[in-house]
């Protein structure tokens, strides 16, 4: 196909769906439509030069002038990506929409990022669509101090003496899931997971009111404020479509059913062993405490960073274990090796023990990191192996790209967990190789928790159940905002010891 009729069945296609609805389609429709639309201010000022004699990253540009980059990015941002990288190597920029996006794809790269003061490069404009979700004032919203003390509270509910407490809710949460499945059946198993991920967290973070008596009305309005973060709502949050309508509305529902919990737990003395109960006690260096309504939004926060990454990372699991039956008993073994140690009990220190089941998550988040691409705005200028990175560029970094680059990683498109193990370390050669959880300043908080949620769950599913495949391997599913497995995950499962009927 020539790249005339390749650009015209991408806008075809896309505004296709936009008109139908699809809000995915709408939101590249617009960044389409931007960059149309600034084709004459470009048009006289496309190559920009450093200032002052500086050398820029060089920049990369693919298909037609000013419009081809954004359609490029836009049908399948990875590949692009991956040539630009093929090309110019770590660091180059694509112009798109008037803005320049400068890649950082190596280690050392990423740590123009990664390593930089908030100052320096910051993240509040990018992540401004997390604003009416969170709410104003909470987590990027808040200026650097209010912003630190709340991650120190945050720190302080997901630090190893809470997430000891968390396990046996992980894992009462999971038997409990478990033992509503039959002898025998086939699920999906995104779905299964997905909500069980929602049931723990809500224990673990949200406490045990809102999960036992409240969970329903509580996981639809989550799910609501979730249909209103779409691609469109990263350039428009505040665009007056009905899913922001309801998301607003939503937030608005669960301050008041949170509220409650917090209001009962005041007036009666009840302290909880969760996340909630963290925040209402935490203070400010000048005594002062937290307010409510920024506590909702830290506890909304908390679910929205483990819910959809926890769910894919968790059901990518599943689905490379029921594929390779050696790498399964393996992981078996081990765990029975570390409930025998435990005298049966699937405890904290069990979990622990799971090497390989760890190393099997970290290959899943190597392979297919939910979020494939980081993002950072330059706040004063960077410098790269002698190259300027001016204040106003977008940084980004790929998780996805770099998991898979050869000089990085041996064979990258083979699922091979063992490379994380002594003596190959392949993510311990240099600082920031491996970024499914990010890395740096801003790495992920949640990832302990994560790795114990997910891997109780693992643990329960594979000490009851013999599963087996449905169909083929499910390959990424790169349209959505966080990438997981593309179509069903359906998977068959069979009780090992059945249940009498
Ligand atoms: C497998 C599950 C998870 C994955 C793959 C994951 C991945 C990530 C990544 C890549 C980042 C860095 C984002 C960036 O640099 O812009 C991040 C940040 C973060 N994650 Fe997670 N995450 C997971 C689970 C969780 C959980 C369970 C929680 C909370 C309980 C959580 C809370 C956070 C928070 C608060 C940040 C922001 C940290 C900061 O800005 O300083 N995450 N996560």
Known sequence: ??????????????????????????????????????????AFNQVPSGKGGKVLPPLYAEGLPLIGNALAFAKAPLDMVTRGHNSLGDCFTINMASKRFTFLLSPSAHEVSLLSKDTDVDVKDIYRFTVPVFGPGVVYDADLDERYFQFKMLGSGLRITKLKGYVPHMVNESESFFAKWGNEGEVDLF???????LMTASRCLLG???????????AELIHILDQGMQV????????????????????KDLQKLFQKVISKRRETGIVGDDLLQVFMQA?????????????????????????????????WIGLHLIRDKDLLSRVVEEQQNALKGQDGQLNYEALMQMNLLHRVMKEVLRMYPP???????????????????PKGDYLFMSPAVTGRLPSLWAKPNEFDPDRFAEPRVEDKKARLTFMGFGGGRHSCMGEQFAFLQVKAIWSVLLRDF????????????????????????????????????
């Not at 296609?13 to 709408?26: C, F, L, M, S």
């Not at 005594?287 to 959809?308: M, N, P, R, W």
């Open 191 to 197: 779905d299964e997971l997905a909500r069980l991920i």
């Open 1 to 42: 196909m020539g790249v005339l009729e390749d650009v015209q069945g991408v806008l075809l296609g896309t505004a296709e769906k936009a008109i139908q609805g699809d809000t995915e389609a709408v939101g590249w429709v617009v960044v389409a439509f931007l960059s149309l639309s600034i084709v004459v201010v470009l």
């Open 208 to 218: 045990p009111e809102v999960r036992e008596d409240m969970f329903e009305e509580a």
């Open 232 to 251: 469109l709502s990263l350039f428009v949050p505040n665009l007056p479509t009905s899913a922001h309508r309801k998301r607003d509305q939503a937030r």
């Open 283 to 315: 203070r400010r260096t000048d005594g002062s405490s937290c307010d409510d309504f920024t506590i909702v939004g830290l506890l909304i926060a908390a679910i929205f960073g483990g819910q959809h990454t926890s769910s894919i990372t968790s059901t």
């Open 371 to 389: 979020l494939i691409f980081l993002m950072r705005q330059v706040e004063n200028e960077r410098t790269y192996k002698g190259m300027s990175i």
């Open 466 to 501: 013999d599963l087996e495949p449905v169909g083929e391997m499910n390959v990424p599913n790169y349209e959505a905002l966080v990438v997981g497995p593309k179509g069903p995950t359906t998977i068959r499962y069979k009780r090992k010891v059945p249940r009498a009927t």
